[in-house]
């Protein structure tokens, strides 16, 4: 059983959401309980652990945006899902690790699809890895662990979410042609891990921790696009 919830001020949209959710669950024989909040405040007081809730941005009271954050700050670690009518707002849902943000009007193609993802996180993901030799070592190191890589003459660097820094020789094109389309050659001597990604100011890529990645003038439209296609065709599918 997974549990959901759904926080939204919009009735009419929480009751959409409601009957899509079940219905695609059950075409999937997955049990779940349903939990609905009229507001952010609510779902926090809540106490319950969700695996996933779809979370409306624009609220009365606490907004999706903070009630996110302070989610985060309380450690939780389930699937965030933003519901929202403006685009633009893509980008603050990297701040909290958002897995995917549903536009409104809900469209019933681009539910799906982020139900589909959502599943094969949940119950059917394989974990990627890297095989990394350094002298008569081999580390074994999830792509996901990875923050961001950078070479420095000819060694490369892998920067874990654990703060561990792995080095070895190698160079960064026969990385790059190693992992999968989350990371982006936002400079000739970086790569980033997309799911990471905080915050783009122009210039440099802010990720979790304080810690930022340069991205080259050359390379800004690019990294820009690429940001955006990674949130529309799914963060977590890889």
Same mark, same amino acid.
């Given at each position: 059983? %997974? ?35 009229? $507001? ?29 954050? $302070?989610?985060?700050?309380?450690? &939780?670690?389930? *699937?965030? %899902? ?8 893509? *980008? ?43 002298? +008569? ?12 890589? $950078? ?38 001597? &970086?790569?980033?891990?997309?799911? &990471?990604?905080? +915050? ?5 890529? &802010? ?13 800004? +439209?690019? *990294? ?15």
């Amino acid at each position: 059983m %997974i549990k959901i919830a759904v926080c939204d001020d919009d009735a009419y949209m929480t009751d959409v959401l409601d009957k899509r959710i079940t219905e695609f669950l059950e075409k999937e024989n997955i049990i779940a309980d349903i939990f609905h909040f009229s $507001e952010g405040g609510a779902l926090l007081q809540a106490g319950e652990e969700m695996d996933v809730i779809f979370l409306d941005i624009q609220m009365n009271g606490l907004d999706g945006i903070e009630t996110a954050k $302070e989610l985060r700050r309380r450690k &939780y670690r389930g *699937f965030l %899902i933003f519901i929202t009518a403006f685009a633009e707002y893509v *980008f603050d849902s990297f701040e909290v690790q958002a897995f995917d943000y549903l536009l409104k009007p809900l469209e019933l193609k681009g539910f799906l699809r982020t139900m589909n993802r959502l599943l094969d996180v949940l119950f059917r993901r394989r974990e990627k890895h890297l095989l990394i030799q350094r002298g +008569n070592e081999i580390d074994v190191v999830l792509f996901e662990e990875i923050m961001y890589c $950078e070479v420095i003459d000819r060694k490369v660097y892998l920067h874990l979410e654990d703060s561990r820094v792995l080095d070895y020789y190698d160079r960064l094109e026969n990385l790059e042609k190693s992992l999968d389309r989350r990371f982006f050659r936002c400079h000739r001597s &970086y790569l980033v891990n997309l799911q &990471y990604l905080r +915050n783009y100011k122009k210039g440099a890529a &802010y990720l979790r921790d304080g810690e930022s990645v340069p991205v080259s003038r050359l390379r800004e +439209n690019e *990294f820009s696009g690429a940001v955006l296609q990674y949130m529309k065709d799914g963060r977590m599918e890889k």
